[in-house]
């Protein structure tokens, strides 16, 4: 037994037990964050603050929703969106905030790779951060069959049937996925299960990952530069709060990720209560219907750059490159072979173009994985895709050949 | 150095902005061809020529145009003869009560459609007499007189037997412009009317019988059940309903469903209708949104403050 | 340094800011948990008296609840005479006298059986008894049958809204 004294406070009882103070000075006030950043910086609390969103209006979802076939969208469009009060509100939340998490999760991995945040011993940031977006992509698709429109029973009817593999017709492993021939009860059972249950405890375990690998390589500059914490630290500690080139997370930089917030506080409830179609797409107003695929049919925005990688070729090479284009992400560590860690605008030409167009190809990937198949769209889809490869295979290449800055 | 945060926002913001552009607007744009309205004008039928006259409308109504054969006008003390599953049963489809034509319907759509249903109703495609398919309504051929003075007469008595444009709700206006054939469950909207609430679980299941008897019948003449339409004014925008309302054809070519002729005001009081019913909270909405737009606007400027209090040491 | 008070007042009140938006979501969450309008409408049960036999006892529901609705024979009447509490639960309705009560245990909410030839009710938990006027008989019930909010509409009773005769009894302490 550890030796314990008479507390003289609430504070110093709970010091000796749990050691609150060392726990606060670890995660909060000497957590230690370089000066030189910008607001992009603030995309992981804005994540967090989003993905409360997220957990607080689906618990109140949770109470109505009914996770029968027969049930559900009467549920949602009925008992949710005219009885509940505030009913309305926590359906438009939660399906605005699942739309706007993967902009900013687009924006906080492109502003990884733009300042070389996955380099040197900050490689499982990246790779937990990479596996955060499957998590959050699967907790995305297991919520979209849940109203049970068109779009839900048709994009789960679509994205099972990629199990069977292609020529290997794997037939018995898609009906072993949905628990039926089609997309019926059990289907939306276990996807009720997953969207509920599992998946967010993953993502929760996820976040702690997340956050534990950040800690000790501490967070990235806008000039990659490799700061002596433990100077800077000093400098700050003995009065010099403008001299030294680090701050405390809390409140220095809490406070400027609070002003980030609620900017995009501001942004996010003017979609939540005007402007929030893109969120929930018309066609899942329709109720499934086993019997009537929908004139046009098309995963949520943020899947389309990879649904349009899995268009244009033939089922089976559609298959091996959309699986590619899944995974590729996670090896960037390990792909870009240059010891610089700065921004990509400085790492010389090669890289810099290598950025740009990745970004400007994913958009137009995006967009083409919208738009009908037909020409011109499904021509620029193609030659887009075959970019979007080129360029993963050319990354070993020119980042070997980049100079040391 | 400098600070190089304004030119980044105005990056990420323009690289969202594009993606939004491309991936909504436009992609709709290119999906949904976009049909331009008419204003509810009819600019095909023509011009009433005619000032009708109720009281010899009456008499034609009553007499000689032979409407209530067919058509109650519970208005004028004439309910219907049948219950409407059973009209529904016998005449292919069940003829709509005329209480309210009047009020609901344009003048010259009317008068058009007492002489020529299948051609008002742009069901020709469906109905053509060349090849013996006639229209379950007869047309009038005329008392005798002037027929544009007749059919002008008639139109003049429904509307006064009608509602006051005013005191048309937009219940009514969908009830009798669209509820005869489309169902609203969100409603409680039956194709034979709104289902009452039952003590004993044997009467409403009766009424549910006769719901299903009468949708077979509309089945059976419109080729499908036509969609219930509780949530249309989300699967589908208020353009397409409206453009759809003043001609199906133009969106979906060779439909079964008539052009119901309404005007444009009573066109405007369905969509109200189906927003009721597809978008009840709007109201609230708008409200509570004012509300909490202000709120957080005042909580960014707090967070703002707060931030240039931290960071005057830091810099 | 000197900005310390400062930065410690304006931390504070935009921690007051976030406490408003705080509390404003705690009230439309407390509100998403309201009954249902659809509930709420439910809520009343609408009886036809003329349909009773007396001494028949009909078990209807309100609310979910098991309701008793007896009709009192002259006899019961009789025997009800000069008793002040039993005269003060009767309904009456028109020229019949029913008792009518939630039929749950005033003790721990079982259902009571009624006995026919008895005229009377036995709870099969703790052997409590209620007689025909819904008065206890034999502990443990500590109090009569719990009689619903009515309403007499000429020869029906609505259950769920509050008429004269109901608040009458509540003033007078006869039910809850």
Known sequence: MAHFTKATSV?????????????????????????NINFLWAMGMVLVITFALLLVSGIFLLMYYVPTTEGAFYSVNY????????????????????????????????????????????????????????????????????????????????????????????????????????PAQAFLGRFFMLHVLLIPIAILGLIGLHFAALRIPHV???DGEEIDFDAESKKYLDGDKAGSKVMRFANDFMSKDMMVVGIYLVFFFYLVFWNYGFAMDPVNFDPADGLKTPAHIYPEWYFLWSYEILRPFSVDLGLALFGFAQVIFVFLPFLDRSPNTIPANRRGKAFAIWFWLMLVNMIVLTAMGKLPPEDPFSTVGF??????????????????????? | MKNKEPLILAVVVFFSLVTYYLVEPYAHHVMHKHVESEGFAYADLPEMTKTGDATRGQDLVMGAGACVGCHAIEAAGMPAAMEPQMAAASYGVNPPDLSNAGAVYDAKFLADLIKNPAHALKVEHKFDANKGQMHPMVGFYGAGGDIDQEVADMVAYLQSIAVKAEDLTPAMAFENACGRCHAMSYENWTQIGTKPSFKHEKDSLAFDIKVLEYQDSIKAYMGKLPPDLSMYIRSRNEQFISTLIENPQNHLAGTAMPRVGVTADVAEKVIEHMKDAGDTKRHEREAIGMNVMIYIIIFAIFALLWKKQVWRDLH | MENNSRRGFMGKAFGAVAAVGAIGSLVAMKKSWDP??????????????????????????????????????????????????????????????????????????????????????????HGGMFDASGLVTKVPPPRGFDIPPFKIDGNKLVLGEVGPEWQTMKDNGVTL
């Open chain 3, 36 to 125: 249902l309008p659809s509930v709420k409408a439910a809520g009343f049960t609408t009886l036809d008296m003329s349909i009773y036999e007396e001494n028949v006892m009909v078990t209807e529901k309100w609310r979910g609840k098991p309701i008793f609705v007896l009709k009192k024979s002259a006899e019961v009447m009789a025997k009800e005479k000069g008793n002040a509490a039993a005269e003060a639960r009767n309904i009456k309705v028109g020229d019949a006298n029913f008792m009518v009560a939630i039929g749950l245990c005033t003790h721990l909410g079982c259902i009571p059986a009624f006995r026919k030839d008895e005229g009377n009710f036995l709870c099969a938990c």
């Open chain 1, 220 to 222: 990235n500059n806008q």
């Open chain 1, 383 to 405: 030659y887009a895709a075959i970019i979007f490869i080129a360029q993963w295979i050319a990354l070993p290449i020119i980042t070997t050949l980049e100079k040391k800055v």
């Open chain 1, 79 to 182: 008992t949710i969106m005219r009885e509940v009060d505030f009913g309305w509100l926590w359906r438009h939340v939660h399906g605005v905030a699942a739309s706007v998490v993967f902009l900013i999760i687009y924006i906080h991995m492109f502003t990884g790779i733009y300042y070389g945040s996955y380099k040197k011993g900050r490689e499982m940031i990246w790779i937990s951060g990479m596996l955060l977006f499957v998590a959050f992509s699967a907790e995305a698709f297991s919520g979209y069959m849940l109203p049970w429109g068109q779009m839900s029973y048709w994009a789960g009817m679509v994205i099972t049937n990629l199990i069977a593999g292609g020529s290997l017709h794997a037939d018995f492993l898609v009906e072993w996925i949905r628990g039926d021939y089609v």
């Open chain 1, 11 to 35: 504070k110093d009882w709970l010091n000796q037990r749990l050691a609150i103070e060392k726990v606060e000075k670890v995660m909060a006030s000497e957590y230690w964050i370089p000066k």
